[in-house]
């Protein structure tokens, strides 16, 4: 397929879309009033705010950890947050705090450029010394984004102008010109920064580096392995033993596989698919949809989770999808949902929007509690005290069951969990010249314009909980455009109505699309069919083999002891059980649980010894009913086991 880029689908900017309730508008309200402030409180006391200041005393940490150099980045994810927030909600006060800090990183930028509180300040002769490990460029492309994010929302130019110096100063040193390295982000991030600031500002010098970094990546002699021998450093000590891990390990268009540090492969993933739309480059285009299908056939847990291993953050081998040992970050599954929406739009197919939904409300949601100021770095899908084997990044309580932390030692995930959620506008809606893609679901209403004719649409639902959503028309004259309603993967029958009448239409490439003449007042109707359903693993998961998860629309949902009692691996769900779904307008405000009857088989008593044949154990089946809620409000409650995927009999 041949991707034309003026017909290509574009992103509604979030200033278009005001959410006017339901589940997206409950989390925004809680990001703004409790996430945006924590984070910041932890920017302020961990250190990270006054190291702007770029104080010569600054003392050094004991330990110097790699993770001091990407600090930038907290406060990159931070102010794109912010800025997000004032789209829909002006807070002086949030816009002043952000502005004094704004303030600060202006005055830290060097003569040249550079900006970079650890390597402008506490070790200048180390700049650009180790691409591979140090996250310069990584940091640059965070603050980048929350540049462009804060001018788009502020019209406030400073931010903007500091963060395309230091572009600027990356373009003037890098690259394939007499004078320049041929080096690329370690941890990619800047490819998809780069193209946002080319789209703010249309330079297209950019929008060119970004495709720089992109075909430069796993060349031979291969840059990383020259800059260590630079550094006297012997290439084979590489910690990580193998450039999958960075995504360098071959050519990028040579690439026929997700590997690697998952957060980093999707970053890269997302700018690749930039590059791809806006070059019009046919060969990137289909790298693109080869390393998609590869991540989502054969890499994805259920919740939209991506990475098993502890290890390396990330990738292992194909269906290697371990449960009580998930690592499934929250920025992975973040990463995930920008990947899935850029595929969209170079690739127009609901396949990725499902991909995005899957992710946004499950493993994204998890990533902070609902009160909105603690956090989970990874989200296993089976909790139990005493196994989970991440307790230096984890939530690992004194009773050693698995909690969200107010805060991490390595916390890439608090600031990026507040930005999705306060962009998550923009996530609603694409159009071309004639036609509006509805992806998500959520009371909203949004401005539009098709033929130089301004059109309102509203929606009207209580998704994800029902699968009737409503929308109304509002347009002062007649119009003609395309409504291209998304019916999800998981959806199987549906029904549609404009003004009352039955539109007996077949989806096409995940899309119902309703061509007319609208006018004001016009109503649509879609039902979409909503059953519990029991979800079979690949045989190939050998973790998940004789068990079933429990997803209801795109919300995956699990076992807790609070609700089932203790030993959840001995549960199981009978195959003729009656599954119900209800709502339970008092838990977390109002959230759809999932009952049924389900079988206990524990022995009523043991010998005593670790094992024991089976002919002296007398078990004994007791059946119950079993609540399920929605995975991503685990860990709410009082603390216990939980489970994703439970057995079936």
Not at 104 to 133: C, H, S, V
Not at 391 to 407: C, K, L, V
Request: some cysteine; aromatic content about 12%; glycine content about 8%.
């Amino acid at each position: 397929m041949v991707i034309e880029v003026s017909s290509s689908p574009k992103p509604v900017y979030l200033d278009h879309v005001e959410l006017t309730g339901g589940l997206w508008q409950e989390r925004q309200a809680t990001n703004r009033s409790r996430t945006i402030p924590a984070i910041h409180h932890q920017l302020e006391t961990t250190g990270r705010l006054d190291a702007w200041r770029m104080d010569p005393n600054r003392e050094r940490p004991k330990h110097r950890s790699v993770i001091y150099m990407f600090w930038d980045s907290d406060t990159g994810k931070w102010l794109e947050a912010v800025a997000y927030s004032l789209h829909t909600h002006p807070d002086p006060e949030l816009e002043k705090q952000a502005d004094g800090i704004i303030s600060l990183i202006e005055k830290a930028q060097k003569p040249d450029g550079y900006l970079n509180t650890w390597f402008g300040n506490l070790e200048p002769e180390n700049r650009w010394r180790n691409l591979r490990d140090w996250h310069e460029m990584y940091n640059a492309g965070h603050l980048i984004e929350g540049a462009v994010a804060y001018y788009k929302a502020t019209g406030k130019r400073t931010i903007l102008d500091v963060l395309s110096r230091f572009a600027d100063h990356i373009d003037s040193r890098f690259g394939p010109g007499d004078g320049q390295k041929r080096g690329y982000p370690g941890h990619p991030e800047l490819e998809l920064a780069l193209v946002k600031l080319y789209r703010e500002t249309g330079d297209a010098r950019y929008l060119n580096l970004s495709k720089y970094f992109i075909d430069e990546r796993g060349q031979e002699p291969n840059y990383f392995d020259i800059e260590s021998r630079e550094r006297g450093e012997d290439p084979a000590d590489f910690w990580a033993q193998t450039y999958r891990y960075c995504q360098a390990h071959k050519p990028i268009r040579e690439q026929t596989e997700a590997t690697g540090h998952a957060v980093r492969a999707c970053y890269l993933y997302a700018g690749i698919a930039d590059v791809a739309l806006e070059t019009q480059d046919q060969e990137l285009v289909e790298v693109s949809r080869r390393l998609w299908d590869d991540l989502t056939s054969h890499q994805m847990y259920i919740t939209g989770g991506l990475g098993p291993a502890h290890s390396n953050e990330g990738f292992t081998f194909a269906y290697d999808l371990p449960n009580e040992t998930a690592y499934a970050e929250t920025c992975a599954a973040i990463s995930l949902a920008f990947c899935a929406h850029r595929m969209f739009h170079l690739d127009p197919n609901g396949r990725y929007i499902d991909v995005m939904e899957r992710a946004l409300y499950n493993n994204v949601l998890s990533g902070a509690s609902y009160e909105g100021d603690h956090f989970f770095y990874a989200n296993p899908l089976t909790s139990y005290p005493n196994v989970n084997p991440y307790e230096h990044w984890s939530g690992i309580t004194s009773d050693r069951h698995y909690r969200r932390q107010a805060w991490y030692f390595c916390p890439c995930c608090p600031p990026n969990w507040a930005r999705i959620v306060a962009s998550i506008g923009g996530y609603f809606y694409s159009t071309t010249a004639d036609r509006l893609y509805v992806h998500l679901y959520n009371r909203n209403q949004a401005d539009f314009a098709f033929g130089g004719k301004a059109v309102r649409l509203e929606q009207q639902t209580d998704y994800p909980w029902d699968g009737t959503v409503q929308f109304s028309v509002g347009a002062e004259t007649p119009v003609e455009f395309e409504l291209a309603l998304r019916i999800p993967g998981w959806c199987r029958s549906f029904t549609l109505e404009v003004n009352g009448v039955p539109q007996p239409i077949t989806p096409v490439n995940g899309y119902a699309v309703i061509a007319r003449r609208w006018e004001n007042g016009d109503r649509v109707k879609l039902v979409l069919d909503m059953p519990v359903e029991r979800v079979a693993p690949h045989p190939e998961i050998r973790e998940d083999a004789g068990h079933i998860a429990l997803q209801r629309g795109p919300v995956v949902y699990c076992l807790e002891e609070v609700d089932n009692g203790p030993r959840l691996a001995n549960i199981a769900i009978p195959s003729e059980s009656q599954l119900q779904a209800s709502f339970d307008a008092d838990l977390f405000g109002g959230v759809s649980i999932i009952t049924g009857d389900a079988v206990r088989a524990e022995p009523s008593s043991w010998p005593g010894e670790l094992y024991q044949p089976l002919s002296v154990v007398q078990y004994s089946r007791s059946p119950f009913r079993f609540k399920a809620i929605p995975y991503y409000l685990w860990a709410n409650r009082e603390p216990g086991e939980m489970r994703v995927w439970i057995r079936e009999w």
